[in-house]
């Protein structure tokens, strides 16, 4: 017994003399601390341009402050141009918090790997930021526009993907996942998009959308909308609101929002007779009425049941419509190979080499299945007297 207390004690004492000093430690004033990145291209030169939003912290009056500046360098490759920003400041970048990185739409339809390479081989970037891609003309300008005022741009973008499942319509992917779906087989990448918004005379940020890609090149673009069906398909729908206007109810036109509870997507390929391969999509999502405009009450269960068959309506065919573009950039954006190679890895060994001549052609059936959990705290809508 007492062997073993003083075997702990000498391993606590070795632990504590390691930890004591670190090899490259390095003092606060040294280092340039990133928050954010964005990449472009020269058209002229070829170079790459990137943008790093950083921080200081300063000590004023007991009291410290937090400063942000953005800056640009450029380099033939990704690790030149962040080398070369210590011939600029005689500061390291410092990229343990770093959030989001973004990337200019040239670079991203070009071919998005150097970027990612970078990132894979650099042991201080962290792979947990998020992608997004801009829909500007650079991706720099994201990272240079004005927020509220000792606001950062780039935690206030991973503020809105932190809350982003309340609405559903842009992808959370972080870059490890985007890099694993880039190297998976039977799925393609996407990513989300941003650009700026006008408001209150400012331009700032917005989160809105996904880019498709097919390989490490971007093809095209999903909206709001056609996002949200691409995460019913990948089974990450976690809220939302669903609008339906004009359901005609006991002769009325009657708007109503339904919040999206929760949902889940079962993703299933079936070989018919034929040798047509089909997937059938089952969607279940339990829903809230979240607000409602007729004199109806949307408590009656006639009503509900009217409002489920319109929105299931309106759901499958936007869903279709998303299938069709994706289908038609060539980008399983879906992930309906992996389905194939893991419900049927036989016939994914037979298919897989032909996957981009078959997979346009891919029928789906959709079952899309809707239930009102209750219509909200109020059982009866407002009345207004005389």
């Known amino acids: 017994m007492k062997k073993n207390k003083l075997m702990l004690i000498l391993i606590v004492v070795i632990s504590l003399l390691i930890t004591v000093g670190c090899w490259n430690y390095r003092e606060i004033e040294d280092l340039a601390i990133v928050t954010g990145a964005a990449v472009d291209m020269d058209p002229k030169t070829g170079k790459y341009i990137v943008t790093v939003e950083l921080i200081s912290p300063s000590q004023q009056q007991k009291e410290t ?202 993703v299933k390929p079936v070989l018919t007779d034929e040798g047509e391969i089909i997937m059938n999509v089952d969607i279940h999502s339990d829903v809230t009425i979240a607000e409602f405009d007729g004199t109806i009450k949307p408590s009656e269960k006639d009503v509900q049941n009217k409002i489920e068959r319109e929105i299931k309506k309106d759901i499958k065919k936007r869903i279709k419509v998303t299938i069709t573009k994706a289908q038609a950039y060539g980008s399983d954006a879906f992930g309906f190979g992996q389905a194939i190679e893991r419900e049927m890895p036989d016939l994914w060994k037979q298919i897989e080499s032909n996957w981009d001549e078959i997979y346009p052609q891919i029928g789906v059936k959709i079952n899309i299945g809707i239930h009102i959990r209750g219509s909200g705290l109020a059982g009866k809508n407002i009345e207004v007297g005389d």
């Open 65 to 266: 402050q937090i400063s942000t500046t953005t800056m640009t360098i450029k380099g033939r490759t990704i690790f030149g141009a962040v080398r070369n920003f210590i011939e600029v400041s005689g500061k390291k970048l410092y990229w343990s918090h770093a959030r989001v990185i973004i990337i200019s739409e040239e670079i991203a339809r070009k071919n998005i790997a150097p970027v990612l390479d970078w990132v894979k081989r650099d042991a201080e970037v962290r792979t947990d930021m998020y992608i997004l891609v801009s829909r500007e003309k650079t991706a720099g300008e994201i990272l240079e526009s004005k927020v509220e005022l000792g606001k950062i741009v780039s935690y206030q973008l991973e503020n809105a993907f932190k809350s982003g499942e309340s609405i559903s319509k842009f992808p959370r992917v972080q870059l490890r996942h985007f890099i694993n779906d880039l190297s998976a087989n039977g799925k393609s990448a996407v990513a989300a998009t941003v650009n700026l918004k006008p408001e209150n005379g400012k331009k700032v940020p917005q989160i809105h959308g996904a880019a498709v890609f097919k390989g490490a090149k971007q093809v095209g673009w999903f909206n709001g909308y056609e996002t949200r069906s691409l995460l019913w398909l990948r089974d990450k729908i976690k809220g939302g609101a669903l609008v339906e206007e004009a359901i005609n109810i006991e002769g009325r036109n009657v708007n109503t929002t339904l919040e999206i509870y929760e949902g889940k997507t079962n």
